[in-house]
């Protein structure tokens, strides 16, 4: 039976025990976690049967680290999400998506545009909440640079340039002012099809999408992160699969979720999360 103590543990806020990350409550699991998109987010995690989908969430995060919550939210019908164990340790991670990732060894490349094996080396799961923008322009630099880049050094220049806050994000007409920073050629447009997608993978470049993370995440349109928010992530797209014709399948780095390197999302769930920016791309080459 989860205690008061218990639970101002999973925040940090009780009498510092030890835990284990979980707790058996009413036949479900109770688990200390992270959003999928919020890296620095304090949270707990409710399955309330048992089943591995997360049922409720509540999370708390710290914007500027003085230890205070500048914002806490809760919530629930999570069907897409499942709680996320990524070394099978035992140890919960966050929660995730339920979307399969790229497999190389299994994929017939024949029918691959893009080359997603070697974009997934550059993924990480983004280091804040807010971050999504300067993570996925990370992959791009790594890629048409073939050098390192940092998350956290970007994020500092990106706010110093007034790109980038801890609290907003990046807005969408700064997306690719990191590339531009860094030498590289970009280009911004709405109005986009799958074809432009695949015409600049199939030229050297590299591509950043605006999409609304609870389409891919959850395959429906469910206002995740409140009433009126539609496009509100950053990923790259780092190729196409059409192995099977009736099936197609955008391949992202998705540093939103902790398994979103290589995250193969059906074609007609990315269009309608790409659609509510205005399918916005940001293209870059070196």
């Not at 500027?64 to 140890?91: A, K, P, R, T």
């Not at 500092?156 to 590289?184: C, F, I, K, R």
């Not at 780092?238 to 014709?245: A, V």
Request: aromatic share 10%; glycine share 14%.
């Amino acid at each position: 039976m989860l205690d008061f103590g218990d639970f101002l543990d999973l925040f940090g806020l009780g009498d510092n025990q030890e835990d284990d990350g979980m707790f058996e409550s009413s036949g479900g699991e109770l688990w200390e976690g992270i959003l999928p998109s919020q890296m620095g987010a304090e949270g707990v995690l409710l399955d309330l049967d048992g089943d591995g989908i997360v049922d409720w969430m509540q999370t708390g995060e710290d914007f500027n680290n003085d230890h205070i919550f500048e914002q806490v939210q809760e919530f629930s019908g999570l069907e897409g999400m499942s709680l996320w164990d990524g070394d099978n340790s035992g140890y919960l991670e966050g929660c995730a998506p339920t979307y399969e990732t790229f497999d190389p060894d299994a994929a017939d490349m024949e029918y691959i545009i893009g080359n997603p094996e070697d974009a997934m080396e550059s993924w990480h799961w983004q280091e804040t909440g807010t971050s999504c923008a300067v993570a996925s322009q990370e992959f791009v630099l790594e890629r048409l640079t073939g050098h390192e880049f940092h998350e956290s050094d970007l994020r500092v220049l990106a706010e110093e340039q007034g790109w980038y806050s801890p609290e907003g994000g990046t807005p969408m007409d700064d997306v690719g002012n990191l590339l531009e920073h860094m030498g590289l050629t970009v280009e911004r447009s709405q109005g986009n099809s799958i074809r432009d997608l695949e015409e600049c993978l199939q030229n050297g470049g590299e591509v950043i999408v605006g999409v609304d993370s609870s389409e891919i995440w959850e395959g429906q349109d469910d206002d995740f992160f409140g009433p009126g928010i539609d496009a509100d992530h950053a990923v790259q797209v780092i190729g196409l699969d059409y192995s099977d014709p009736g099936n197609p399948l955008v391949i992202l780095n998705d540093p939103g979720t902790a398994n979103g390197g290589g995250a193969m999302i059906p074609l007609e769930i990315f269009m309608g999360a790409w659609e509510d920016s205005g399918c916005f791309m940001v293209e870059a080459y070196a």
